[in-house]
């Protein structure tokens, strides 16, 4: 057994850790837009693969025998070459994803199908929006000039963005009490969000509810069928190991 994990999300790290222990023979990918990516106890390679054919000639060539799709659950490209490239060698796949947010009570969102009806959503009054949903999205909310943003990376932005904002740099996973502080300092009147699901990045939305803030939530993009499971332990399983979570 060899497996490929395609990392991108914590739940990849925990797992990246799970497999070390059980002694299974794995590489960690990462998409390479971090530029400092947390330390794995595994093999690691950073960068694309080259498409579909350049992920089924990896899968072939280092002799891959299941590979877990752990990436961003917006990271679509790479979820469908995944998809494609197991297909095309026969090699099993699974895709480690976080179950989406769901409403509660006290909630206040505006459902988006996309970047641009996120942007297209917001309020034509000016006002202080913070935009959570990564550098590579935020260029349609350049035609919305009257706010003033809030962005917050992993790393500091290369080269100039598409409009004037207050960049953050800071690496999650954030706690309530810090959501809290940020948007009340900034007097945020509109936060932007990607439904990412999961804990790490939850505490922006229960600060929303308390402070009963809009959220636009941007919908998950639409993939094609494959196995899927939404824990650590599930993926084990899948590999026929136990999990030593807990121990």
Known sequence: MRALILGGIADANVLAVEIARAGIDAVYSYGGRTRAPADQPLPTRSGGFGGVSGLADTIRRDGITHVIDATHPFAVEMSRNAIEACAQTGTPLIALERAPW?????????????????????????????????????????????????????????GALPFAAD??????????????????ARKIAWIVARNSGGDGARAKIDAARL???????????ELPERPRVESVTEVMQWLGHRTCLGA
């Open 167 to 184: 960049v953050i740099v800071s690496r999650g996973p954030f706690t309530l009490d810090g959501e809290l502080e940020m948007l009340r």
């Open 102 to 158: 769901t409403k509660a009570p006290g909630d206040s969102w505006i459902d988006a199908a996309d970047v641009d009806a996120a942007a297209a959503a917001l309020s034509e009054a000016p006002a202080n929006v913070f935009l959570a949903i990564g550098r590579q999205h935020i260029a349609p909310f350049a035609s919305r000039p009257q706010h003033a943003y809030t962005l917050r990376f992993v790393d500091p932005p290369e």
């Open 211 to 221: 402070l009963g803030l809009p959220v636009i939530m941007i919908s998950r993009p």
